[in-house]
């Protein structure tokens, strides 16, 4: 994508786009990318506007940050969203994502629990939605104010898959689902027949090249990319998971995978939202101050309150 007058993106997209391509890598080792990437993370990362309770602590055996209203909780403890980190399976933390749970906290009243889950190319495919399902599974007996009959499951990009993944694995383990997914620009697929695919290939924030490498990392084994684990919409069964907002970022190489994923869920006859972010680019949730991003916390937060999983709260 050319940033040129015609661009369909706000002078504020554009800028945000500069800028997060200023941190680069020193080097081309995983641990120089890595911190890369959590400098930008930083960089976008606005103060809470509500005050806030941060805590960092193994749960099942794996890192997580709870973030949590520094309020009285209600008496069941609060409402969680179980949160899946994007960067590529390969970057990214628990602690990269404040710049999220500060936005969506300051509308809605709930806990964030973001989940440090394994990194590519160290461990790969199945190894992050493991480190995912321990947490689930061992949430209620954290020691935190939260409510375990209240929760939910999100991720932005690669944590989106990891999102969706845990809802099916859930299912085929015949346990509850979450009251509500929310998968932010997800990945859910290794075709690269999609339009989006080509029209987008050279996006800011995601190329198509950059979404293959990804992929390859995550899955080396080709077999796995066409396991509905992996990759959700190679599932054969789209019935009986959580009621979904999935928000597709028009100017994104995955626009067409999220349009599909919601076409797939509806069809099977699930409660499906699905947000059609004009404007948006890959990780454009970064950008919180702008306009188009915060209409789309608007529409999380409300349909986490909608689903039960979060107090209604209007923006500060």
């Known amino acids: 994508m050319n940033l040129t007058e015609a661009s369909p993106l706000s002078e504020g997209m554009r800028a945000f786009i500069r800028t997060a391509a200023s941190f680069q890598s020193a080097s081309d080792d995983w641990p120089s990318r890595r911190a890369a990437f959590a400098r930008q993370c930083a960089y976008f990362t606005r103060p809470a506007k509500r005050a806030l309770v941060v805590t960092d602590q193994r749960i ?29 399976w390969s970057t990214g933390s628990h602690t990269t994502h ?11 009243g709930l806990a964030v ?3 440090d889950y394994r990194l590519a190319p160290e461990a790969s495919f199945p190894a992050p939605l493991d480190d995912g399902l321990a947490v689930w599974h061992a949430l209620s ?3 935190l104010p939260l409510d375990p009959a209240r929760r939910a ?25 979450p009251l509500a997914q929310a998968l932010l620009y997800p990945v859910l697929s290794a075709d690269e027949t999609f339009a989006s695919v080509a029209e987008h290939a050279h996006a800011p924030m995601l190329t198509a090249r950059g979404l293959a ?9 080709e077999r796995d990319r066409h396991a509905p684990l992996a990759m959700p919409l190679e599932c054969d069964d789209f019935s009986r998971l959580a009621p979904a907002l999935i928000v597709a970022a028009m100017e994104d190489v995955l626009r067409d995978q999220g ?28 950008a919180t101050e702008l306009d ?15 689903r039960g999983v979060a107090h209604s709260r209007e923006p500060q």
């Open 213 to 221: 490498a990804s992929i390859a990392l995550y899955a080396p084994n």
């Open 98 to 108: 404040d710049w999220f749970a500060h936005a969506l906290i300051e509308r809605a």
């Open 141 to 143: 007996g954290a020691g």
């Open 60 to 88: 099942g055996g794996v890192m997580t940050r709870c973030y949590r209203p520094a309020a009285l909780a209600p008496e069941r403890g609060w409402p969680v969203l179980v949160f899946f980190h994007g960067g590529g």
């Open 292 to 306: 188009e991003v915060a209409q789309c916390y608007d529409r999380l937060a409300r349909f986490l309150a909608q």
């Open 153 to 177: 499951v999100a991720g932005d990009s690669a944590g989106g898959t990891l999102a969706a993944a845990l809802c099916i694995a859930l299912r085929e383990r015949r346990e509850a689902q």
């Open 259 to 286: 349009i599909e994923y919601a076409a797939r869920l509806r069809q099977a006859g699930g409660h499906v939202e699905l947000y059609r972010g004009h404007g948006l680019v890959h990780a454009a949730l970064r």
């Open 113 to 115: 629990l973001a989940i």
